[in-house]
Every structure is written in structure tokens, then in C-alpha cells.
């Protein structure tokens, strides 16, 4: 959906996902970074700006760029997808980084931000993360963030390429958000120096939704910090 929600944390800010990101962030795009993911590959900016406009324009996602809280420079993107609030769910997905910033914070740390949001502001019961099931480095990056493997979805989708793949599933409730963010803070406490108290901080503004949001009403011009 379109929104204005910006969360922040641990050297990084997660702002609107807007169709002029492309122009910087397709120089990350390669056919090796892109495998495993469930776009087809973007030949051009313009390409890649339409996928951008598509999850904008979803009415139960939340779409981010991930940039730098210092220099402004974009990372990435990230986002939430299939929001409801009825049955108090969210997916996280649209997540593609540099590759410089692999194996960086970069990725935890949004994590974190999105993970916050999830249950402190949209107040789900449960997250779920899905990943193409022969994307091990995903996988691998999904468990470290304390997501519990569920299974796999057997040919659950087409991939870009024709075939069909399967979806590894993975999950947060709840229930387990406090420990899965305790762990969360002590992997990414190196970079917490410059971000003030631990904890989350969320500032409702002017124009904005009390109470919980829903997915037919976009969530609006809110700051929410997850550090």
C-alpha cells in the first residue's frame, strides 16, 4: 500500500519504497544475486521500477528501501506482504540487498525493524517467511534471525525461469518475539551505539490511524523506531 511509515534502527532507515529507487538500486541487480528469488530477473531500471510500482501499489504490503540513516545512500529493499488483520498475520518478502552488504548487519537489522512493526504496531500473532526452497543462502539467513523451518510447499509457484519450485516456510509467532529480539540486540549491539536507549519508540503523527491498521486503510505518516 502506499504509506508513510518509516522505521529506523541500528544505522539504518527503512523508508517508502518510491519508483525512483530503481535508478540506483538496479546497478545491485546480477543473475546470481537475483537466483532463488520469485521476480522475474529486471533487464533494465524500468523493469525493476515496475515491480516496485506493483508492490506499492498492493493494498495488504508495506514496501521499503533500505538506506543508510547517515549518508542516505540506498541498500536494498525490503518489505511486509499479505497483511491481515483479521487473522493477525504478515509475510516478510521483496527483500534484495548489494551484494557488499551481504553478510553485513544490513539484513538483521531491517529484519529487526520490520519484525518490531510487525508485532508492536500491526500486533500479529504471527510472521511468516517463505524463500525459494533451493535458496540456501536465504534459508540460511531466514533461521539465523530465530524463525522456526516449517516445511516446504511442493511446487508451490512458477519461478522466473518456467519451472516450477518449492517454497521452504518459515515462521515467528508471538509468542517467541521476545527471545527471537533479545537475540536480535545482542547480534547487532555492535552497531547500537549511535542509536540511543535499546527498545522500541513509536510516534503516531498527525493524519495518522489509532489503534490497529487495517489493510484497506493505508497506515499513515508515522515514525517508528525499532532501537
Same mark, same amino acid.
Given at each position: 500500500?502506499?504509506?508513510?511509515?518509516?522505521? @529506523? *534502527?541500528?544505522?539504518?532507515?527503512?523508508?517508502?519504497?518510491? /519508483?525512483?529507487?530503481?535508478? #540506483?538500486?538496479?546497478?545491485? =541487480?546480477?543473475? #546470481?544475486?537475483?537466483?532463488? &528469488? #520469485?521476480?522475474?530477473?529486471? $533487464? @533494465? +531500471?524500468?523493469?525493476? #521500477?515496475?515491480?516496485?510500482?506493483? !508492490?506499492?501499489?498492493?493494498?495488504?504490503?508495506?514496501?521499503?528501501? =533500505?538506506?543508510?540513516?547517515?549518508?542516505?545512500? &540506498?541498500?536494498?529493499? @525490503? *518489505?511486509?506482504?499479505?497483511?491481515?488483520?483479521?487473522?493477525? %498475520?504478515?509475510?516478510?518478502?521483496?527483500?534484495?540487498?548489494?551484494?557488499?552488504?551481504?553478510?553485513?548487519? =544490513?539484513?538483521?537489522?531491517?529484519?529487526?525493524?520490520?519484525?518490531?512493526?510487525?508485532?508492536?504496531?500491526?500486533?500479529?500473532?504471527?510472521? +511468516?517467511?517463505?524463500?525459494? +526452497?533451493?535458496?540456501?543462502?536465504? +534459508?540460511?539467513?531466514?533461521? %539465523? &534471525? *530465530?524463525?522456526?523451518?516449517?516445511? =516446504?510447499? /511442493?511446487?508451490? !509457484?512458477?519461478?522466473?525461469? $518456467?519451472?516450477?519450485?518449492?517454497?521452504?516456510?518459515?515462521?515467528?509467532?508471538? @509468542?517467541?518475539?521476545?527471545?527471537?529480539?533479545?537475540?536480535?540486540?545482542?547480534?547487532?549491539?555492535?552497531?547500537?551505539?549511535?542509536? *540511543?536507549?535499546?527498545?522500541?519508540?513509536?510516534?503516531?503523527?498527525? $493524519?495518522?490511524?489509532? $489503534?490497529?491498521?487495517?489493510?484497506?486503510?493505508?497506515?499513515?505518516?508515522?515514525?517508528?523506531?525499532?532501537?
Amino acid at each position: 500500500m502506499h504509506h508513510e511509515t518509516v522505521l @529506523t *534502527g541500528y544505522g539504518l532507515s527503512l523508508i517508502p519504497l518510491a /519508483r525512483h529507487h530503481a535508478d #540506483a538500486l538496479f546497478d545491485f =541487480v546480477d543473475t #546470481a544475486m537475483w537466483s532463488g &528469488l #520469485a521476480a522475474p530477473l529486471p $533487464g @533494465t +531500471a524500468g523493469d525493476l #521500477a515496475c515491480l516496485f510500482e506493483a !508492490r506499492i501499489a498492493d493494498p495488504a504490503g508495506f514496501a521499503f528501501a =533500505v538506506t543508510d540513516q547517515r549518508t542516505g545512500a &540506498l541498500l536494498g529493499t @525490503t *518489505g511486509l506482504n499479505a497483511f491481515d488483520a483479521g487473522q493477525q %498475520r504478515v509475510e516478510v518478502g521483496g527483500t534484495f540487498f548489494g551484494r557488499q552488504f551481504w553478510g553485513s548487519h =544490513v539484513n538483521p537489522a531491517s529484519k529487526h525493524a520490520l519484525l518490531a512493526f510487525a508485532f508492536e504496531v500491526l500486533l500479529v500473532e504471527r510472521v +511468516a517467511f517463505r524463500c525459494d +526452497a533451493r535458496n540456501e543462502r536465504s +534459508a540460511t539467513a531466514i533461521e %539465523r &534471525l *530465530g524463525a522456526t523451518f516449517e516445511g =516446504v510447499l /511442493r511446487s508451490h !509457484r512458477t519461478a522466473p525461469d $518456467g519451472s516450477r519450485a518449492d517454497c521452504a516456510v518459515f515462521s515467528i509467532l508471538r @509468542t517467541e518475539w521476545p527471545d527471537v529480539q533479545r537475540n536480535l540486540h545482542r547480534r547487532l549491539e555492535p552497531f547500537a551505539q549511535d542509536n *540511543g536507549s535499546a527498545g522500541s519508540r513509536f510516534e503516531d503523527q498527525p $493524519g495518522s490511524h489509532a $489503534g490497529h491498521p487495517t489493510a484497506a486503510a493505508p497506515y499513515a505518516c508515522r515514525t517508528f523506531a525499532a532501537l
